[in-house]
């Protein structure tokens, strides 16, 4: 299983953007996909995660600034993130699991400027 994530850049506080993260390397659908992030120092964290029946988990922190969707078709995760604060400043990381196993993506960084 691979997974390519994309839509990370620069950004200014109160701004958006919008992550993707495409899965292949599988025949099935995967039941649950979403999204973590690790700031320099820190521990990686949930944002968001997204069942294949729609239903979805946030973590605290996000407080409605974040959307997480799927497309079961194209086995795409997506993270619309609004209101954006420096402190949202991570890389963040794609993830599906398969049974036990967690696949990672490659990360994708978001620097959020004051």
């Known amino acids: 299983v691979q997974l390519q994530a994309s839509g990370g850049g620069l950004v200014q506080a109160g701004g958006s953007l919008r992550l993707s993260c495409a899965a292949s390397?599988?025949?099935?659908?995967?039941?649950?996909m979403g999204w973590y992030r690790q700031a320099p120092g820190s521990q990686r964290e949930l944002v968001a995660t997204?069942?294949?029946?729609?239903?979805?988990d946030y973590g605290d922190f996000v407080k409605g600034r974040s959307t997480v969707s799927r497309d079961n078709a194209k086995k795409t995760v997506y993270l619309q993130m609004n209101s954006l604060e420096p402190e949202d400043t991570a890389v963040y990381y794609c993830?599906?699991?398969?049974?036990?196993?967690?696949?990672w993506g490659q990360g994708t960084l978001v620097t959020v400027s004051s």
């Open positions: 993830y599906t699991k398969r049974s036990v196993i967690v696949y």
């Open positions: 390397g599988s025949r099935h659908s995967f039941t649950v």
């Open positions: 997204i069942l294949i029946n729609g239903i979805t």
